[in-house]
Each structure stands twice: as C-alpha cells, then as structure tokens.
C-alpha cells in the first residue's frame, strides 16, 4: 500500500511549511509530512524552504541573518493558495509540539560543513526532546549534509532526495547507507523502484498532484507519494 506525505504541509492548499498547512494535513487523516529547515542566527532550526526570505515572505535577507523570534513574526503567506490570517514562519519545535505525524521526513538544504554540523546535532537535540527519535528521516540532497548525519548523528535514519541521475543515485544512497530514497516523479521506472527496495530502501515520490500520475506510481509500487494536495491524494488513493 502507497503512503502519502503532505509536501510542506499542503502546499497546494495552504500556505507551505506554515502551522496551518501542516494542520490541513493532518486534517485529511494524512499523518505523514515533508518539510524543509534552515537554521536562524541563533541556531534555531525553522520551518522554510528557500535559504532567502523573499519569496514566502516578501522581506530582504536571508533566514540565516535573522534570530528565531524575529522570523517567527514574519508572514509567509505570499505566493501560495489565498488564506485570510497571517502565517508566520514556525519553528521546528513548535511543528513538534502541536502536530501529531507519525513520521517526519526532515529535508536539509546544502550546507557548508559547519552549518551541516550544527543543523543535525540541532535536529537530534530537538528529536531527543519531543521524544521523535523513531519517528523521523533526515534526507538531503547534498552530501555535506549526508556526511555530518553519518559522522555525527548516525543512530537518525538517513534519506537521499535525488532529481537527476547523471549521479546513479542507488549508488549514493548506498554510499551514505541511506533507508530512503526521495526520488523526482521523472526518475520513476518500475524497474528503478524494484532495484532500490532489493537494496533496502523506501522509495518516496516526489511531488506528485495528478490523480492520473498517482495512480500510476501506485501500481509501480512505489512506497510513498509526496504531494501538495493530501486530499486529493487520499481521494484517489485512500489513506495509505
């Protein structure tokens, strides 16, 4: 059976990587999510996707020169679906404390190896805490990233996001003895999704919105979807 994850939350139904897109999510009985962190000047772990501020909040900057309370006030509705309230940026622990996912795919951005390090020991530090050890996959396209989670964070399972397969990417997942594989929908052929569970790993397709494409990968196997309308997904699909 074909899992579903609420990609940001539900990015096509509420603003991404907000409190109130991780909530739709689990809304529509869909208890599993994807979502992306950078760390704040004070070494907070934040809930958004791009490394800058301009494009969910219309501010200058970057996330990294901004403390946590600061980014906590700011709006990050722009650019998505409608929504009356503010959003503002949340912090990992706040997503922690308030949504009750059964598991976390947890994606971090290409780092320097010193911002590598201080995120994954962050995410353990905060893991540990909420008691979400189990319940969470650190996965990264960037192998600075990969390096540090095996060096110094090795007992949290690891995942690759891989979009191109210029670099074959069964071959990385197994150099950094990665449990999952969030592969692009493009990359999908079933017999690349066979190969990749004989090696062990959870084949998670990202970001899949036709109920067509859905379907389809289904019936390829693959172990989960990611998408940005988890109602349309559990529509199509049930609730994996």
Known sequence: MTSIYGHRGAKGEAPENTLVGFQRCLEHGVRRCELDLHLSRDGELMVIHDPT???????????????????????????GPGWKQPCPIPRLSEL???CDFEHWQLEVKSASRVRAARTVLA????????QLLDRITVT?????????????TPEIPRGLVAEYTW?????????YDCRLLALKWTLCTPERIAKAQAQGLHVSVWTVNEPALMRRLADFGVDSLITDF???AVETLGKG
Do not use: C, N, W
């Open 53 to 79: 501020l301009k494009r969910t909040t219309g501010r200058r900057g970057k996330v990294v020169e901004h403390d946590a309370e600061e980014l906590t006030r700011y709006d990050a509705r722009s650019g």
């Open 96 to 98: 922690f404390e308030k």
């Open 123 to 130: 995410i353990k530090a905060l893991a540990e805490r909420h």
């Open 140 to 152: 990264s396209s960037s192998r600075e990233v990969l390096r540090a989670l095996m060096r110094l």
């Open 167 to 175: 670099l074959d990417p069964l071959k990385v997942a197994r150099q």
């Open 230 to 232: 988890p109602g349309l």
